[in-house]
């Protein structure tokens, strides 16, 4: 059984730091595309950062590319999300996610098979 438990979200003020997590269990994260995912209330699910392959360099979204960094740890099987210069609009539920490699860009919810529960991130101006 595949899961997927994202941690680290929060409140944090503008300008802020946070670190998100995403533990996998039921699935090795090399022979996956992880990203991760957002949506804010009432807002349609978007696209954040994602590695399409096993390795290689990550994809963002124009969003949040400069500000946030994905990465893994594949001897955890754990992906993350550093989210630095943290913006009102940023606030969000994030989720992470995983799909199927070499999914073309910009990545659609779609191609991803599973999925966590989120986790809130709040931007407090």
């Known amino acids: 059984q595949v899961q997927l438990v994202e941690s680290g979200g929060g409140l944090v003020q503008a300008g802020g730091s946070l670190r998100l997590s995403c533990a996998a269990s039921?699935?090795?994260?090399?022979?996956?595309?992880m990203g991760w995912f957002r949506q804010a209330p009432g807002k349609e699910r978007e696209f954040v950062a994602v590695?399409?392959?096993?390795?290689?360099?990550?994809y963002y979204a124009d969003s949040v590319k400069g500000r946030f960094a994905i990465s893994r740890d594949n001897a955890k099987n754990t992906l993350y999300l550093q989210m630095n210069i943290l913006k009102p609009e940023d606030t969000a539920v994030y989720l992470c996610a995983a799909g199927f490699l070499g999914m073309p860009t910009p990545p659609k919810d779609h191609q991803f098979n599973y999925w966590g529960q989120g986790t809130q991130v709040t931007v407090s101006s």
């Open positions: 039921g699935l090795t994260l090399s022979n996956y595309a």
């Open positions: 590695f399409r392959w096993s390795g290689g360099s990550p």
